[in-house]
């Protein structure tokens, strides 16, 4: 049995995803910036992506650059507005698509500031209006998180921002497919979207960026993309994206009338509410996980359960367990999870959302991530549950 909850690592291509991509690795080969015919089929293939992801976000779409994904669109927007004496407001719980770029501008005479998080892994608005200074040139603040998978108020950091002048970014990349995401609605200049996160295919996604708003290149190169991403483009992701946004539009939608149906789900742990999210089996399927944890180890910690979070996630902290170890245990028995994002899973720095939460170097040693999604069961979670009762245990003994 090989159960996969790693959702938010990645996930798997919709059926109707690969279809969509498959006549773009055949008869539609055309470079879309031909004239021709071949070219202007390749176009058409292009532009009506473009809508699907721009519908996807309430955007236009002159207001979309395709990106080889997040960790591209989140580079270019940050060298883009960067400048020696500038300075940016990150908040600390970021992707290393965010914290990385910052940290080599820093090195170049652009000021960081890092705002923590609290406890239950909010980024409070207030936090980042106080970071605020004549010279901030950038807001940047995650939507979803991807470890913990609390919601972030952006459009408050947002208005608070605009107050003040400063233009803002959000990093959407674990909200889509989960919440909705409307650029409108949070108030944001900048957006940045994965497709492999909902069942779109890798190595592709977009930037928004607000009319009006100027942002130069990172890829420079030929005029492609409004002159906003130099290089050819990837035809087959594109397409799948397109794809990805309009089926996680009907899904959010269908889901969203579910949810008003069954009303809110606790976790069993001290309440988490998962108002408006998308994912109602979803959901049942990761508080029922959580709840069955908790009820086998009552010290576990349910990291960001006192907070909104998206449906899907759950980082918990086992006591004396390393995370490490349970992930291998549970992967050698079939079961995928993760100690935090897949980017950094694999070295053993504790998690920096867990600090940046206030958790000491051991609790952030101590916690996996479970991330479900459309296709697992509840037979699949009850068989992760057995594991899960078996190996605990036994690591506290080793550990
Ligand atoms: C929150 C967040 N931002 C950015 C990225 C990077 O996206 P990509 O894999 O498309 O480069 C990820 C991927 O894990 C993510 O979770």
Redesign the pocket.
């Known amino acids: 049995m090989h159960i996969y909850l790693d959702h ?2 990645t996930t798997r291509p919709d059926p109707a995803v690969v279809a969509e991509m498959l006549p773009c690795l055949g008869e539609i080969f055309g470079n879309p910036s031909s004239a021709h015919t071949f070219g202007q089929e390749a176009r058409r293939v292009a532009d009506l992506a473009r809508q699907r992801v721009a519908a996807f976000l309430g955007a236009h779409t002159d207001e979309i650059v395709f990106t080889s ?4 669109a ?1 580079n270019q927007l940050l060298h883009g507005l960067a400048r020696p004496g500038r300075h940016i407001v990150v908040s600390g719980i970021e ?1 290393p ?1 965010v914290l990385a770029p910052c940290a080599a501008l820093e090195a170049c005479g652009v000021r960081i500031t890092r705002v923590a998080a609290d406890a239950s892994g909010v980024v409070h608005p207030e936090a980042v209006a106080a970071a605020l200074t004549p010279e901030t040139g950038l807001v940047s603040v ?1 939507l979803v998180n ?1 470890d913990t998978g609390v919601i972030q108020p952006v459009a408050e950091i947002a208005k608070l921002a605009h107050a003040r002048g400063v233009p803002v970014h959000t ?1 959407a ?2 909200a889509a497919g989960k919440i909705p995401v409307d650029v409108r609605a949070l108030g944001v200049d900048f957006l ?1 979207l ?1 497709a ?2 909902f069942n779109g295919p890798k190595g592709v ?1 977009a930037l928004y960026i607000r009319g009006g708003r100027e942002l130069p290149p990172l890829i420079r190169g030929g005029g492609q993309e409004n002159r906003r991403r130099a290089g050819t483009e990837n035809l087959p992701g594109i397409a799948g994206f397109g794809k990805a946004c309009e089926l996680a539009a009907v899904r959010l939608n269908g889901e969203k009338t579910e949810e008003r149906k069954n009303g809110r789900i606790n976790t069993g742990n001290g309440g988490s509410v998962d108002a408006g999210n998308a994912g109602t089996e979803t959901g049942e399927l990761r508080n029922y996980l959580e709840t069955k944890i908790v009820e086998l180890f009552p010290d576990a910690v349910v990291n960001g359960a006192a907070a909104e979070r998206v449906s899907n996630t759950s980082l918990i902290s086992f006591p004396g367990v390393n995370a490490q170890a349970l992930a291998l245990n549970l992967d050698l028995a079939g079961v995928a999870i993760s100690t935090g ?3 950094s899973s694999s070295s053993r720095d504790p998690s920096h959302v867990l600090l940046a939460m206030g958790r000491t170097p051991q609790q952030a040693l101590e916690a996996v991530r479970f991330s479900v999604g459309p296709g697992n069961t509840a037979a699949e979670i009850e068989h992760a549950l057995q594991l899960l009762a078996a190996a605990v245990p036994r690591l506290r003994k080793v550990g």
């Open positions: 938010n690592a994904g997040g960790s591209e989140c992707h698509a995650m991807n990093d990349v674990q940045t994965s492999h996160k996604g994002s897949a980017c």
